[in-house]
Structure formats: C-alpha cells, structure tokens
C-alpha cells in the first residue's frame, strides 16, 4: 500500500462548540475557567481554610504567571501581584495587592509554593483538562479519543536531595553534574493539551511509566479519559507491555514498530507495502511483566504503508494496531503522520515556558515547578483553542511563542486596567529605589572563571548552509524522509 501524506493535517473542534467558546470573560476570569477552577469547588473550600493571604488557588495562580512571563522570579511575581492581577481570587476584605503593598518580602510567596500538595496539583490538572476538553468541543477519531505518548528529559541542578531521588549518569569520565528526570506526558492529539504527566530518574524506562499510567491512572487527580481511548506511540513504545497495558484496560492502541520486531510478529510472511496481517502478539522471555499487567496475548494487526514524497525516498511505516480492520490504511497514516505535532508541542513546553531546566532545590519543589508549568501551557493551549474556534482555524497552525505573549500582556493590561488604567511611576521609582542590594556579612568567596560545559550533539556550522549542504549531499540525489 502506498500512500502520500497529506499536505496539512487540520484538527478543528466541532462546529457546535463554537457558541459556547465567544462569551469568555477576559482579565482573570480566564484563569478560573482554563484552569479548571470552576470544577474544583470541593478543594477550594477545603483550601479556604488556610487563614493566609497566599492561598493555594492564589499560589498556584502566582506560579502560573511567573511561568507566561518566562523565568520570572519571586519579586517578579510580587510586583505583578501588586497590581492586582490576583485579586479576583481573594476575599473582599483581605486583598492580595493590598497586603503586599506594606512588603517587600518574598518569604510568604516561597513558604507558600513549598505548602502546595502534590496531589491537590493533580487535582487540579485533571480538572483544568477536562475543562479544556469541553471547551474544545471534543475532538475523536472514528469515535475513539487519541491520546499521544512521549517523553523526554529534563535537566536540573544537584541542589539538596535531588541526586538522592534523580542520580546523574556516570562513566569512565566520573560522574556528570546535572541531574535529569524522565518526564512522559500524555498529550490529546488533535488539541495539544497535556492530560497527564509522569515523572522518574533516568533509569525508570518510558515504557515502565506508560504502564504504571495505563494500569494506575494519573496517580490521584480525577479521571480525564472518556469511555473509548486510542493510544498511540512512536517505535520506542512499540513493545508488548504497552499494548498489552492497554488491551488490559479495554482500549485500543496505535504503535510504531522497528523493523526487527515487526519482523518478528510477521514470522514467514514479507513485510511489503499494503500489507494488512492480523496477527497474536505474545510475550516473549525478554519482555517484562510489569506489576498488575496480566501475561497474556494481544490481538491486532501488523499493516505496512509505504509513504511517499516527492524529493525523499519513501519510507516504510511498520505500525501494530488493534481497531477494526474496516478502518483502511491511509486512515492509519494519515492519522499517525499527525504525531509529529506533539513533538513540536514538547519543545514548546520546554523552550517557550522556561522548564527545559529547573531552578528547584528539592525533588518536592521540581514536582511542583514541572505540574504548575503544565498548568500555564494547558492555559496557552485553551486560549489557542478559542481563537481557533473563534476564527475556525486549526490549532496547530497556530504561532505558540505569540499566543504565550499576546496571553501574558492582556492579563497585565487586565489588571492595571482594574486598578485605573495606568501605572503609578512614582511608586515604581520608590520600589527601586527601596530595592537596595543587601549588604553581606561576610566576606564573598573568590570564584573560578570557569563554566560548566554542556557537550554538543552536532559540530559547530562553518561557513554558509548551503555550503555544508553540498558536502554531504549530492546535488542529484534526494533528501532522506524522516522516519
């Protein structure tokens, strides 16, 4: 079977959805429903409990806005709060910017992200998901909602007890500096959104967390999965204990395989273009067994669609899948060729919102940073969400970086507009001027000039492009398809 992806994969919500997308609030009653405080009122009168003025529905809030804005620290945070951006979430007799106006300390801020749950977090990530998923409309494919699987590291410091929990590698060099957890995310394929997020050292495999969370859930948050679900992976997934996770749970999967195993469940048969084989899928001695995953065959079908384009050799995509089989192949391919929107969404939550590399102290505290993080991504997706609706544009043709910075300036622009419509500078003035370095008692400790060195992937680029091109690559012979 031979196929030609399409030129553009749109995945726009329904039409129906539209209506309930335009009268959306701005200023900060986007955050209560994009983050899912409208569903969360059992925790947040719970919440109220604490007789402080930096709330958990204010701190997470707080930590959201020092993520749109990019690496903010803690002042920053403070100064965006004085304008009263977070008001709406307090009580009419103890407002938020009015305390902090008496206050230049950042100790209540810092004491109060390091009292936030975990699980509460979750809580609320659940909620803030299912809320943007009806505020999409829902998106399915042949009645079935994608979820996508992926993962990646991200980088930390080896501050405290965060070797202890996330070791760094070693070989016959030592041991590196930086310490790295493996984070896979959940992600719904047609808006971007991540449902889910599971977090390990960087000896706890992706497909060891994709079973924990097929089989477990999301570890304590409400249940964000609809009744019929469609999980699919690249080839690093395409082993039996994912799809066996998933037929254990009654969903169906979609998974990339290498050549070696799909060569495997082939047995005598060639895998030639516009193969479709139902076959069984046993485990074989090298497979693992997972805790709670039943040892037992999966019943699917090993297809081979050959994709073509024009300049590149065409590539064969060796998928197992467990739908029906009158769903015919260039659905298939058309369907995983969309995949690749994840990938970019994974840069954007590490690159755009600053969590390629954490600045926590503690593994509690990267826990947090990482599900807060989530939170502002999810609340840059919804609004992207709406406009799409708004204006029936495809979210993934939709700029991230300028959605992120047209989000942050009218929440800011919300707020002063609440508090008059224009910044005080002579209060300005008086808070730098007020913002004098602190003397230190001790003498400070002589540093090296040196930096720690990251190694590179790649050589440094000499020269133009085009000329490194051209060394590489014949003028006559075709560009090799990614895989």
């Given amino acids: 079977m031979t196929t030609r992806p399409p030129p553009s994969s749109k995945c726009k919500p329904k039409a129906s959805s539209k209506a309930s997308l335009?009268?959306?609030?701005?200023g900060v009653a986007i955050f209560k429903r994009l983050c899912g405080m409208d569903s969360?009122?059992?925790?947040?009168?719970?919440?109220?409990?604490?007789?402080?003025?930096?709330?958990?529905?204010?701190?997470?809030?707080?930590?959201?806005?020092?993520?749109l804005i990019g690496g903010g620290t803690l002042e920053t945070v403070l100064a965006l709060a004085r304008t009263g951006l977070l008001d709406s979430?307090?009580?009419?007799?103890?407002?938020?910017?009015?305390?902090?106006?008496?206050?230049?300390?950042?100790?209540?801020?810092?004491?109060?992200?390091?009292?936030?749950?975990?699980?509460?977090?979750?809580?609320c990530l659940g909620a803030q998901a299912k809320e943007l998923q009806n505020l999409a409309g829902g998106w399915q494919w042949h009645g079935m909602a994608v979820r996508v699987l992926d993962g990646t590291m991200i980088t930390m410091r080896p501050h405290g007890r965060i070797p202890e929990r996330y070791p760094p590698h070693s070989n016959q060099h030592g041991t590196c500096y930086w310490c790295q957890t493996r984070v896979l995310a959940c992600m719904c394929l047609g808006t971007g959104v991540i449902l889910n997020l599971v977090t390990g050292n960087a000896m706890d495999s992706e497909q060891a967390q994709t079973v924990r969370l097929?089989?477990?859930?999301?570890?304590?948050?409400?249940?964000?999965?609809?009744?019929?679900?469609?999980?699919?992976?690249?080839?690093?997934?395409?082993v039996w204990r994912v799809v066996a996770a998933a037929s254990q749970t009654h969903q169906h999967s979609l998974m990339r395989l290498t050549l070696r195993r799909a060569g495997k469940l082939a047995g005598t048969t060639p895998l030639v273009p516009g193969l479709d084989l139902a076959v069984t899928w046993s485990p074989s001695r090298y497979d693992q067994i997972d805790?709670?995953?039943?040892?037992?065959?999966?019943?699917?079908?090993?297809?081979?669609?050959?994709?073509?384009?024009?300049?590149?050799?065409?590539?064969?995509?060796?998928?197992?899948t467990t739908v029906a089989a009158s769903i015919k192949l260039p659905e298939l391919a058309a369907l995983y060729?969309?995949?690749?929107?994840?990938?970019?969404?994974?840069?954007h939550f590490k690159t755009q919102m600053g969590l390629g590399e954490l600045s926590a102290k503690s593994p509690a505290m990267a826990k947090r940073e990482l599900l807060t993080g989530v939170h502002a991504y999810n609340l840059v997706r919804g609004v992207m969400l709406l406009a799409a609706s708004v204006h029936l544009e495809s979210p993934a043709e939709l700029s991230?970086?300028?959605?992120r910075a047209e989000l942050t300036y009218v929440l800011i622009a919300s707020a002063l507009a609440l508090r008059g419509g224009t910044a005080s500078w002579?209060?300005?003035?008086?808070?730098?001027?007020?913002?004098?370095?602190?003397?230190?008692?001790?003498?400070?400790?002589?540093?090296?000039?040196?930096?720690?060195?990251?190694?590179?992937?790649f050589p440094p680029l000499k020269g133009t492009r085009a000329n490194a091109r051209s060394t590489i690559l014949p003028p006559d012979e075709p560009a090799l398809a990614k895989s």
Avoid at 293 to 316: C, M, S
Avoid at 337 to 347: A, D, H, M, V, Y
Avoid at 400 to 403: C, G, I, Q, R, S
């Fill in 22 to 26: 335009v009268p959306l609030p701005g």
């Fill in 337 to 347: 060729l969309k995949r690749w929107n994840i990938e970019l969404s994974l840069r």
């Fill in 291 to 320: 805790t709670g995953l039943v040892k037992a065959p999966v019943t699917g079908r090993l297809v081979v669609i050959r994709l073509e384009r024009r300049g590149y050799r065409p590539v064969d995509l060796l998928l197992f």
């Fill in 40 to 67: 969360l009122a059992v925790l947040l009168a719970s919440a109220r409990s604490y007789d402080r003025c930096w709330t958990p529905p204010i701190t997470l809030m707080a930590m959201i806005l020092g993520h």
């Fill in 426 to 457: 002579d209060t300005m003035l008086h808070r730098i001027a007020t913002g004098k370095l602190k003397q230190r008692r001790t003498p400070r400790p002589s540093e090296p000039r040196l930096k720690r060195h990251r190694g590179e992937t």
């Fill in 400 to 403: 991230f970086a300028k959605a």
């Fill in 214 to 238: 097929l089989l477990f859930g999301d570890l304590g948050g409400p249940s964000t999965l609809p009744a019929t679900v469609l999980w699919m992976g690249d080839a690093n997934f395409g």
């Fill in 89 to 123: 979430l307090c009580s009419s007799t103890k407002m938020l910017s009015t305390l902090l106006e008496s206050t230049d300390s950042t100790s209540g801020y810092s004491q109060a992200r390091a009292r936030l749950g975990i699980t509460w977090l979750r809580h």
